[in-house]
């Protein structure tokens, strides 16, 4: 092999470092014999959830829902069914901006009555890669990628989500008291339902795809939300 054929190849194997992602069950302080299927995200500060264990993901992945895959199968291993971002602070005190190359979750147990409480929002998320047009109630926004909007229904109003291309897809949202959040995800890419007893994908209509809620918490966690 000539120089030229082996600077080649030492590029592409930094190449392959520099876009490797690993997601690693760093701590595990106890765990939970459970068979809930879940993993939603909850506030630090809520004390009342059971502290099993802490994750690391190390490097960037553009493919989230592999990523959340395999956060899942992890926080599953020590019976985790809820999750919390864990933010990383400076020496002064002062809190970092979210870093996808780089972060830690907290896993733990929740009662199922702690994470079943009634929500009047609607998350709205753009593709990982694309901007995307969208139009609720003829009002047009568009959301770079990598980030989320919510909306706050109100019962008995109807929301008209639609996106802003040739053959593309329309949804209507109503609002209900006492309901759960709603997830959608607005894209293009063609994605693979999820099987029984897997989060993430639920059913795809056009170009709008609904997501389960612990898919859904994941995006909310690593999205940048758009303030509009």
Not at 56 to 69: E, K, Q, T, W, Y
Not at 76 to 102: C, H, L, M, R, W
Not at 209 to 221: A, I, K
């Amino acid at each position: 092999m000539n120089s030229k054929n082996i600077a080649v190849c030492v590029f592409f194997l930094l190449g392959l470092l520099l876009h490797a992602q690993n997601v690693y069950l760093s701590k595990v302080e106890k765990t939970n014999d459970n068979n809930d299927k879940y993993l939603f995200q909850i506030g630090k500060d809520i004390t009342n959830s059971e502290y099993l264990g802490e994750i690391d993901v190390i490097g960037f992945s553009d493919n989230d829902l592999a990523v959340f895959a395999n956060i899942y199968k992890k926080a599953k291993d020590i019976g985790a069914n809820s999750f919390a971002y864990q933010p990383v602070e400076t020496i002064d005190g002062k809190i970092q901006p979210f870093n996808p190359a780089n972060y830690k979750i907290k896993l733990y147990y929740s009662s199922k009555e702690e994470l079943s409480k009634p929500s009047d929002l609607v998350y709205i998320f753009s593709s990982s890669q694309k901007p995307q047009k969208i139009s609720i109630n003829k009002k047009e926004y568009v959301l770079q990628p990598r980030s989320f909007m919510s909306i706050k229904t109100i019962p008995g109003d109807t929301y008209v989500i639609s996106t802003k291309k040739l053959l593309g897809s329309t949804i209507r949202v109503s609002g209900q008291s006492g309901s759960t959040a709603q997830y959608f995800q607005i894209s293009s890419l063609k994605v693979r339902s999820n099987t029984y007893g897997e989060p993430g994908i639920n059913l795809k209509s056009g170009d709008i795809t609904v997501l389960d809620r612990s898919y859904g918490d994941f995006l909310r966690m690593i999205y940048t939300k758009n303030e509009k």
